[in-house]
């Protein structure tokens, strides 16, 4: 069946742009999740839903960083006033359920750059 | 607050011997541990995770790895290492209080010699 997907794979912006990024989970996952991954480092986490509504957003840097998944399953995050140092990979995944045993299935990410 | 450790940035093997993955963690309570390998542009792939149970977990593509908790670790190991097993392999842990995010080490590199 078809896997996490995300668009776009690439997006490269100006410092002080708005971005969004999408992610598509797999069908019947509720629940889903965002990280940040910078060269050469792990995966950082940023934020979770569960259904609709953010569980845990913890992991995002600051109030630029902003995230919605409004009928519980594509979600956004949005980036406001982009700046250098958020360049990463990002990375969505998807659980079948918010279970803390359950894998979390992840997408292929959206290379972001930001000039 | 809990962390992982991945010691070995990259790890060298010959095709046909056994590797190892090494990876240590630190958490409150009970850990859930996963290995994760992320292929040049692509996602990260799941390959197995300990929950409870037995201390030999085995996982997919011939994949298995050991928990011990006296010495907080969880090996990934593979008896015959094959060329494209060469990719760069992760380890993340979850701690038993419910908090959904994963911790991730910083990833090790593993190549395969022919």
């Known amino acids: 069946g078809a896997g996490v997907s995300q668009t776009p794979s690439n997006k490269v912006t100006e410092k002080g742009k708005y971005v969004e990024l999408r992610c598509d989970p797999i069908?019947?996952?509720?629940?889903l999740y965002w990280y940040r991954q910078s060269l050469g480092q792990g995966p950082e986490f940023l934020i979770y839903f569960q259904g609709t509504g953010a569980a845990d957003d913890s992991g995002l840097p600051n109030d630029r960083f902003f995230a919605v998944r409004p009928e519980g399953s594509v979600s956004t995050l949005k980036i406001q006033r982009t700046e250098r140092g958020d360049s990463a990979v990002y990375l969505c995944?998807?659980?079948?359920?918010?279970?803390?045993?359950?894998?979390?299935?992840f997408g292929p990410g959206t290379r972001l750059t930001v000039l | 607050a809990q962390s992982v450790a991945q010691p070995e940035d990259q790890v060298n093997v010959a095709e046909g011997n056994p590797l190892t993955v090494k990876c240590t963690y630190s958490v409150s309570g009970n850990p859930y541990l996963f290995w994760y390998v992320q292929y040049p542009n692509r996602g990260l792939q799941f390959l197995l995770k300990y929950i409870t149970g037995d201390n030999l977990v085995k996982g997919s593509y011939g994949f298995e790895a050991e928990f011990n908790k006296s010495q907080t670790s969880f090996h990934l190991k593979k008896p015959s290492a094959l060329v494209s097993d060469s990719a760069l392999y992760f380890c993340?842990?979850?701690?038993?209080?419910?908090?959904?995010?994963?911790?991730f080490g910083s990833g090790t590199r593993l190549q395969v010699q022919p």
């Open positions: 995944a998807s659980s079948l359920t918010s279970g803390v045993n359950n894998e979390q299935f």
């Open positions: 069908s019947g996952h509720t629940a």
């Open positions: 993340a842990v979850r701690d038993y209080t419910g908090r959904r995010a994963l911790t």
